[in-house]
C-alpha cells in the first residue's frame, strides 16, 4: 500500500455539495431536493443547526402503508445524531468510523467546527489509490452470499418489508415469463416514494439485465465495473448467481489491507526516522558550510536559525537573531508596495527571486540577490521559509561604473556622445510625433589649447569641470549638456521659437565671460557657440549636429566669443573649407604655394633693413587663399611642419639667388611654426638648408610666436642656441598679443621684438595704447633687442614711432607685400647699398 497515499486526509477528497433541508420539511420534498441535487443523503438543519441526516438507507423504516407517510416532517424519520469528522482527519481514520458506525456517510467540519462538506464511501474508494493491491485480489468470498430472490410479481410494498426485515441493501427479482433476473436497491425504493406505486408489481421498478461479474475476477475489475456502470451493486455469477458484491465490501477489504499493513508502516517509519535524522545532520553541515547567508524563519516570520555565513555577512551573531523579525536587516530603502509584491509571489509560486537592499549591523547598506523558499513541512500544515543570499554590492558598483563609462564621460559627469546621441533620437521622434521644435547647440571653448598648455593638463580638466557647471547653470529642466570629447560641449533642448535659442546662448557667454581661479591664476574662457533647429535646419540627428558644427565655426571665423544660428550660406563656407582640405596636399606637392616680400625700413637710415618672406597660395579653383584661412587648416591637418619645410627651402633658394645677382637687403626673415619648434627639428632643418644652398646663417631671421615657448621652455632655449651658433637671428613676433612673460625675454637668445600691428593701429590717437608702445620700445631699447612695428600705414604712425626711438617699421606706409619679380623691381628702384647687420 502507497505510504503517501495511506496519509490522505477528508479534505483532500471531501464532496463540497452540502445539501440540507429544515427540520419540517416534508418526506417528499427532502427526496425531490435529494433528486434535483443528485445526492444520496440530505442533512436537517434546525435552527441553523445540523441536528440529523436521511440516507436512501433509511427509506426502509419509512411506513409506507400510511396514507400519510409521504407528509411525514423529516425530523420524524432522520438519523441523529449525525457522525462528523475533521477536515484535517486522516482518511483512513475516516474509514474506520464509517466501519464502527455502519453508516455510509460523514459531515466534514473545518477548523472552526463549521459544516464544510460530506464524505461518503464512494468518496473513499474512489480516492484511496488502492488500484494496484486491489488489482492483485481475487473477489473469492469477498461478498454477500445470502441473496433474497423474490418474483417479479410481488408487490413493492412486500419487497420494502422483506429488506427492512433482513436490513438488504437489495434484492434480486426473477421474472419466470422472460427468464430473466432483476434487481431493487434502496435507490430505487427513494425513487418511488415520488411515485407512491407500492401495490404494482416490484418487476416495473426493477434494474436489468444485471450487471454481472466472476468471482475469479479482482476486486479492481468490480470497482472498474462499479464505476463504469455509475452502480453500486455487481452480481457474483459464474454458471449460478452466488451473491452480491457491493461498495461497502470493496471498503471493508480496503480497511482489512489497511490493518496488514499497519504493523509494516510502522517498522518502515523507523527506519525513515533513522534515515530522516542523518539526513538533517547532513542538510545541517551544508547550510553551515555554505558561502551564502541562509536564514530560516517560521511563518509567522521569527527567525529559527542562521548559518554562518549569514553573520559575516550582516555582523550578527545567530543568538542576536533568532527568535527576532527579519526586519531588522530593513534598509527603509523600499516602499510596501515592493514588499506587497514579493510576498504574493512566495504564496502563490512557492518562490521568489530578486535584488533587495538590507542594512548591516554597523549600519552599512548592502545590496543582496536574494531567494525565498516556502517549505511545507511533511505531514504537517507547519510552513518554513528559507531566504538564502549573497552580497552583491561590488558587482552591482562595478556595473555602475560600466554603464557610467559607457554614457558618461569621465572628467565632467556630463552624457558623452552615445548617451547624447540617443537622446537627440528620441527627442526628434517624439518632437516629430508632436510637431514640435528642437534646438542643437555645439559650444566648443576659445583658445582652450593655449590654457591647456601653459597651467597645464590638470588645471585645463579643472576649467572644463567648472565651465560644465556654468553652462548647467543656465539650462532648464529637460534639456541635456553632454561633453563630446576635449573642450567640445552641446546641448539639446525643447524650443517654442529661435528666440528661446538665442537666450540661452546669450546667457552661456554672459556666465563664461566671469574669470574662472585656476591654481591662483583668474583665466579667462570665453566660448564659440553655433546652433542649429529643427525641422528648419534638418530632419534627422547627422545633420542637425552637422549644421549646428558650421554654425559654430563661423563664430570661430568672426572672432569668438559669439553665438551663430545656421544659415544655408554657412553651409557653402563649410564646402569651400572642405574642399579646401582636400586640396592642401596637392598644394603641397604641385608647388601652388608662392612667397611674397615685404621689405623694411630702418628709420634713421630710411633703407632697407631686411625683408619678410609672406605664403601666399594661389589655388586654380578656389584662387587666392590668405594665410589666415590656410594657416590654421595645415595645424589641423598636421601639415605645418611640411609647409614650414617648404618655405624654409624657397627662403633659401631666394637667398642664393640674391646672392648671385648681388642683392644687400639685409636678413631674410620667415615664420615658423610653434609645432615645429617644440619637436625640436628646426635647427636641424635650417642647418640642413643652409648647408644645400651654401649659405651664412647670418642672412637667415626666425619669427617666432610666444606661443612657441609655451609647452616646453627648456626644449625652446636650446633649439634657439643652437640656432645662433650658426648665426641666425631670433624675432618674437606678434608681441603683447599672447600670454606674455618677460622672463622669456631674459632667458632666450632672442634679438628683435616685432610689436603686433593691433597696437600699431590706434598709435598716436589713443594714449594708452601709445603708452604701451612707448613702453615696449624703451624695455627693447634697454635689453638692447632691435624692436620692429608692424602694420605701419599712415605718416601719423610713422612720426610718433621715430619719436620714440623705434628702430624698424614694417607696412604699407612703406612698402606692400610683393612678388619676387616686382620685389626686385622696388630693389633695383631703391638702389640699397648693402645693409650692415
Not at 413493492?156 to 419466470?176: D, F, G, I, P, T
Not at 531588522?328 to 521568489?352: D, T
Not at 510552513?383 to 558598483?397: G, L, W
Not at 601719423?796 to 624698424?808: E, F
Request: glycine share 4%.
Amino acid at each position: 500500500m502507497n505510504q503517501s497515499r495511506r496519509q490522505q486526509r477528508v479534505c483532500d477528497v471531501y464532496t463540497q455539495k452540502l445539501v440540507s433541508c429544515p427540520a419540517d420539511t416534508p418526506l417528499v420534498d427532502a427526496v425531490r431536493l435529494m433528486h434535483a441535487h443528485d445526492v444520496s443523503a440530505i442533512f436537517v438543519k434546525h435552527q441553523q443547526s445540523i441536528v440529523g441526516i436521511w440516507t436512501e438507507a433509511d427509506c426502509l423504516q419509512i411506513d409506507i402503508s400510511s396514507a400519510v407517510f409521504k407528509d411525514v416532517a423529516i425530523a420524524e424519520i432522520m438519523s441523529a445524531p449525525v457522525i462528523s469528522v475533521p477536515s484535517q482527519c486522516l482518511l483512513s481514520d475516516a474509514t474506520l468510523r464509517f466501519q464502527q458506525h455502519g453508516i455510509r456517510h460523514l459531515l466534514v467540519l473545518d477548523d472552526s467546527l463549521q459544516p464544510v462538506g460530506v464524505l461518503s464511501l464512494s468518496d473513499i474508494v474512489h480516492n484511496q489509490g488502492l488500484d494496484h493491491y486491489l488489482q492483485f485480489r481475487p473477489i473469492h468470498q469477498q461478498y454477500c452470499q445470502q441473496v433474497q430472490i423474490v418474483d417479479s410479481n410481488t408487490t413493492m410494498e412486500a419487497v420494502v418489508a422483506l429488506m427492512r426485515q433482513h436490513s438488504l441493501e437489495s434484492v434480486l427479482v426473477y421474472n419466470q415469463a422472460l427468464d430473466e433476473h432483476g434487481i431493487i436497491t434502496q435507490r430505487d425504493i427513494v425513487e418511488l416514494i415520488l411515485q407512491t406505486q407500492w401495490q404494482n408489481p416490484c418487476w416495473l421498478y426493477a434494474s436489468f439485465p444485471l450487471i454481472e461479474i466472476s468471482s475469479q475476477n479482482s476486486l479492481f475489475d468490480a470497482y472498474r465495473l462499479m464505476s463504469q456502470h455509475h452502480v453500486r451493486h455487481l452480481v457474483i455469477k459464474d454458471t449460478d448467481i452466488k451473491g452480491i458484491i457491493s461498495f461497502a465490501d470493496l471498503i471493508t477489504e480496503i480497511e482489512s489491507a489497511y490493518c496488514c499493513e499497519l504493523e509494516k508502516a510502522i517498522e518502515q517509519r523507523d527506519i525513515a526516522l533513522q534515515k530522516s535524522q542523518r539526513n538533517l545532520f547532513l542538510a545541517n553541515k551544508i547550510i553551515d558550510a555554505s558561502l551564502d547567508g541562509i536564514m530560516l524563519t517560521r511563518k509567522d516570520g521569527t527567525i529559527i536559525q542562521v548559518n554562518p555565513a549569514f553573520s559575516a555577512l550582516t555582523g550578527y551573531q545567530e543568538h542576536e537573531v533568532v527568535g527576532f523579525r527579519p526586519n531588522i536587516l530593513s534598509s527603509s530603502k523600499h516602499s510596501k508596495h515592493f514588499y506587497q509584491q514579493m510576498w504574493h509571489a512566495i504564496e502563490y509560486k512557492g518562490v521568489w527571486q530578486g535584488e533587495i537592499c538590507n542594512r548591516k549591523k554597523n549600519g552599512d547598506v548592502y545590496v543582496e540577490w536574494l531567494t525565498i523558499i516556502k517549505i511545507r513541512e511533511p505531514n504537517s500544515d507547519e510552513i518554513v521559509y528559507a531566504a538564502i543570499f549573497s552580497d552583491i554590492t561590488e558587482r552591482k558598483n562595478a556595473e555602475e561604473k560600466i554603464v557610467q563609462l559607457a554614457y558618461f564621460d569621465e572628467l565632467t559627469g556630463l552624457p558623452n556622445r552615445r548617451l547624447f546621441n540617443d537622446r537627440l533620437s528620441m527627442a526628434l521622434a517624439a518632437a516629430h510625433r508632436c510637431n514640435d521644435m528642437l534646438a542643437v547647440m555645439f559650444i566648443d571653448l576659445d583658445r582652450f589649447k593655449e590654457i591647456n598648455d601653459s597651467l597645464g593638463h590638470s588645471a585645463g580638466d579643472v576649467l572644463l569641470k567648472l565651465v560644465a557647471k556654468r553652462i548647467q547653470s543656465v539650462l532648464r529642466e529637460g534639456d541635456t549638456l553632454a561633453r563630446l570629447g576635449g573642450d567640445e560641449f552641446v546641448v539639446l533642448c525643447e524650443i517654442d521659437d529661435i528666440a528661446v535659442v538665442i537666450s540661452i546662448a546669450d546667457k552661456i557667454l554672459s556666465y563664461l565671460n566671469t574669470p574662472f581661479q585656476l591654481e591662483g591664476f583668474e583665466v579667462g574662457a570665453t566660448a564659440s557657440i553655433g546652433a542649429a533647429v529643427y525641422p528648419d535646419d534638418g530632419l534627422d540627428s547627422e545633420t542637425l549636429l552637422k549644421h549646428a558644427d558650421i554654425a559654430m565655426y563661423r563664430s570661430k571665423a568672426v572672432g569668438r566669443n559669439s553665438f551663430q544660428l545656421f544659415k544655408s550660406s554657412m553651409n557653402a563656407r563649410s564646402l569651400e573649407r572642405l574642399a579646401m582640405m582636400s586640396r592642401f596636399q596637392h598644394a603641397l606637392e604641385n608647388d601652388e604655394f608662392e612667397l611674397y616680400f615685404q621689405p623694411k625700413q630702418c628709420l634713421k637710415t630710411n633703407k632697407i633693413k631686411g625683408v619678410e618672406a609672406l605664403l601666399r597660395w594661389h589655388d586654380p579653383a578656389l584662387g587666392l587663399i590668405s594665410p589666415a584661412q590656410f594657416i590654421p587648416l595645415a595645424e589641423e591637418l598636421g601639415l605645418i611642419v611640411k609647409l614650414d619645410l617648404w618655405v624654409l627651402n624657397n627662403a633659401g633658394i631666394q637667398l642664393a639667388l640674391w646672392q648671385k645677382l648681388g642683392i644687400t637687403a639685409g636678413r631674410l626673415a620667415i615664420n615658423i611654426s610653434a609645432c615645429h619648434l617644440s619637436q625640436g627639428k628646426l635647427s636641424n632643418s635650417v642647418e640642413q638648408m643652409l648647408q644645400r644652398y651654401n649659405l651664412p646663417g647670418h642672412c637667415l631671421e626666425i619669427e617666432l610666436t610666444e606661443s612657441s615657448f609655451i609647452s616646453s621652455l627648456s626644449q625652446a632655449k636650446k633649439e634657439l642656441q643652437q640656432l645662433k651658433k650658426m648665426g641666425v637671428q631670433i624675432a618674437l613676433d606678434d608681441f603683447g598679443t599672447g600670454y606674455s612673460a618677460l622672463s622669456y625675454l631674459t632667458k632666450l637668445p632672442i634679438d628683435t621684438l616685432k610689436i603686433d600691428a593691433s597696437f600699431i593701429a590706434k598709435v598716436p590717437d589713443e594714449y594708452g595704447n601709445s603708452e604701451v608702445v612707448a613702453a615696449i620700445v624703451a624695455m627693447a631699447n634697454s635689453l638692447n633687442l632691435q624692436v620692429i612695428a608692424e602694420g605701419v600705414e599712415k605718416l601719423a604712425q610713422y612720426s610718433y614711432l621715430l619719436a620714440i626711438g623705434c628702430d624698424v617699421i614694417q607696412g604699407y606706409y612703406y612698402c606692400r607685400p610683393l612678388t619676387q619679380r616686382q620685389w626686385l623691381e622696388f630693389y633695383q628702384l631703391k638702389n640699397q647699398p648693402t645693409v650692415t647687420s
